[in-house]
């Protein structure tokens, strides 16, 4: 459908500056589960046509910064979210890390709350480029041309509208992708994707326009999370949520638009091992919608009484949403589109994840991180297996502890990442 109205556009068509368009997102499209790497390409190749004041490129610089020696390599990331947010707890220390004998390293900040991380980046580059309010607006980009860059890496395509319009241009002789958001951008423009190995199949390049780079580490250097032990101190209960307290409590603590249709027989499998078991999520209390659509479809399929046992948590402050994930008896990942930071700081704390890999349509986080971490027990091939395991882990409490154990043991491996 994109592509019949990409042709079908005329040179006349009627346009609005882009410094004052709302970009229109494609941030869900990644979440209904199918390769979109031809819809992604329709749909850039539709905004370059109608909005072409968005493609700059300068041939003349780029050729001059290709055939310059310069001592350093000048580098710059882009973000809108070089703040306490998951994309900067990801790659914040990666960026501060870089060696400034080899690096000279420019940030591209669209933050508007910034904080301490923010702070923190700032003194730790060489340039830190605060765009404040005005944000990643076409009449801006002479701040990130002017600086005269051979490596452009954008942290997280399609997560916001701002860094996305930047990314249409090429301002670097070489320009790369990470997986914020984790979805091909379908832009020219872009020339690498980068994952690491653990997170892809092997047919996981076929969903990426840009090449797929894959490599040995996991691509990001998250700090190990204190700040989980440090919430642990207080207390949470479920009761006042109608879980009894000899519960056993699977934790999917995702936000409302990862419960896919195809997700749904694992949950009704889970919710099918006893009286006992609860399943607990989280959602914003601003979105009701979701969460009405997701009970209403749990009832029909499931039936009344299994969906009872599905209990919605209103999203929470970090130290009760931390005491909310210790009391989970066993955490499930959910698919297609997984978890990432969440399951980091779940680590922490050593509760077990289920993961389904195979069903995951977007970089599998979570696998990736067991592999790291050299603990596989966890990573099931079906939604079928996912929920034998589910039950092992429930009943069988020694079996739970060895597995907590491994976790334990091995976490460090995945946080501080060299």
Same mark, same amino acid.
């Given at each position: 459908?994109?592509?019949? #109205?990409?042709?079908? $556009?005329?040179? =006349?068509?009627?346009?609005? &500056?882009?410094?004052? *368009?709302?970009?229109?997102?494609? @941030?869900?499209?990644?979440?209904?589960?199918?390769?979109?790497?031809?819809?992604?390409?329709?749909?850039?190749?539709?905004?370059?046509?109608?909005?072409?004041?968005?493609?700059?490129?300068?041939?003349?610089?780029?050729?001059?910064?290709?055939?310059?020696?310069?001592?350093?390599?000048?580098?710059?990331?882009?973000?809108?979210?070089?703040?306490?947010?998951?994309?900067?707890?990801?790659?914040?220390?990666?960026?501060?890390?870089?060696?400034?004998?080899?690096?000279?390293?420019?940030?591209?900040?669209?933050?508007?709350?910034?904080?301490?991380?923010?702070?923190?980046?700032?003194?730790?580059?060489?340039?830190?480029?605060?765009?404040?309010?005005?944000?990643?607006?076409?009449?801006?980009?002479?701040?990130?041309?002017?600086?005269? #860059?051979?490596?452009? $890496?954008?942290? =997280?395509?399609?997560?916001? &509208?701002?860094?996305? *319009?930047?990314?249409?241009?090429? @301002?670097?002789?070489?320009?790369?992708?990470?997986?914020?958001?984790?979805?091909?951008?379908?832009?020219?423009?872009?020339?690498?994707?980068?994952?690491?190995?653990?997170?892809?199949?092997?047919?996981?390049?076929?969903?990426?326009?840009?090449?797929?780079?894959?490599?040995?580490?996991?691509?990001?250097?998250?700090?190990?999370?204190?700040?989980?032990?440090?919430?642990?101190?207080?207390?949470?209960?479920?009761?006042?949520?109608?879980?009894?307290?000899?519960?056993?409590?699977?934790?999917?603590?995702?936000?409302?638009?990862?419960?896919?249709?195809?997700?749904?027989?694992?949950?009704?499998?889970?919710?099918?091992?006893?009286?006992?078991?609860?399943?607990?999520?989280?959602?914003?209390?601003?979105?009701?919608?979701?969460?009405?659509?997701?009970?209403?479809?749990?009832?029909?399929?499931?039936?009344?009484?299994?969906?009872?046992?599905?209990?919605?948590?209103?999203?929470?402050?970090?130290?009760?949403?931390?005491?909310?994930?210790?009391?989970?008896?066993?955490?499930?990942?959910?698919?297609?589109?997984?978890?990432?930071?969440?399951?980091?700081?779940?680590?922490?704390?050593?509760?077990?994840?289920?993961?389904?890999?195979?069903?995951?349509?977007?970089?599998?986080?979570?696998?990736?991180?067991?592999?790291?971490?050299?603990?596989?027990?966890?990573?099931?091939?079906?939604?079928?297996?996912?929920?034998?395991?589910?039950?092992?882990?429930?009943?069988?409490?020694?079996?739970?502890?060895?597995?907590?154990?491994?976790?334990?043991?091995?976490?460090?491996?995945?946080?501080?990442?060299?």
């Amino acid at each position: 459908g994109v592509k019949v #109205l990409s042709e079908t $556009v005329k040179g =006349d068509v009627k346009k609005f &500056t882009l410094n004052q *368009l709302s970009y229109p997102p494609t @941030f869900y499209i990644v979440y209904q589960g199918y390769n979109d790497k031809n819809l992604m390409s329709d749909i850039r190749t539709f905004y370059d046509k109608i909005h072409p004041e968005i493609i700059k490129t300068d041939v003349n610089r780029l050729n001059a910064a290709v055939a310059s020696s310069p001592s350093k390599i000048k580098i710059g990331f882009v973000s809108s979210y070089f703040r306490r947010h998951s994309v900067c707890k990801l790659w914040c220390n990666f960026i501060s890390s870089l060696d400034p004998e080899t690096f000279e390293v420019h940030a591209f900040s669209g933050t508007s709350k910034a904080d301490e991380w923010t702070s923190k980046l700032s003194k730790s580059v060489s340039y830190f480029n605060d765009l404040g309010s005005t944000g990643f607006l076409l009449r801006n980009t002479p701040i990130i041309s002017d600086s005269n #860059l051979d490596i452009i $890496v954008y942290l =997280d395509i399609g997560m916001d &509208t701002g860094s996305t *319009l930047w990314a249409h241009s090429r @301002f670097a002789p070489i320009q790369m992708a990470l997986w914020g958001h984790p979805v091909t951008t379908g832009m020219e423009s872009m020339d690498y994707f980068l994952v690491n190995d653990d997170f892809e199949s092997d047919h996981g390049v076929d969903r990426y326009n840009e090449q797929l780079v894959r490599f040995d580490w996991l691509t990001f250097t998250f700090p190990e999370p204190t700040y989980v032990d440090s919430a642990l101190s207080g207390s949470f209960s479920l009761l006042d949520y109608g879980v009894p307290l000899d519960s056993k409590i699977v934790m999917i603590p995702q936000s409302m638009q990862k419960f896919h249709l195809e997700f749904d027989d694992l949950l009704d499998g889970v919710l099918g091992l006893g009286d006992d078991v609860y399943i607990v999520a989280v959602y914003e209390s601003k979105k009701t919608l979701w969460k009405d659509m997701l009970h209403s479809r749990f009832v029909e399929k499931m039936g009344k009484e299994k969906a009872e046992r599905f209990k919605f948590i209103p999203t929470l402050p970090p130290e009760e949403f931390f005491l909310l994930t210790s009391l989970a008896t066993v955490v499930v990942d959910p698919y297609p589109f997984g978890g990432g930071v969440t399951s980091l700081e779940i680590f922490q704390q050593c509760k077990v994840i289920i993961t389904v890999p195979r069903e995951q349509s977007v970089p599998a986080l979570t696998k990736g991180m067991y592999v790291e971490m050299g603990v596989e027990d966890f990573i099931v091939e079906d939604w079928r297996r996912g929920v034998e395991v589910v039950e092992r882990v429930l009943r069988d409490e020694e079996f739970r502890k060895r597995g907590e154990d491994k976790i334990c043991s091995s976490k460090a491996k995945i946080y501080d990442v060299d």
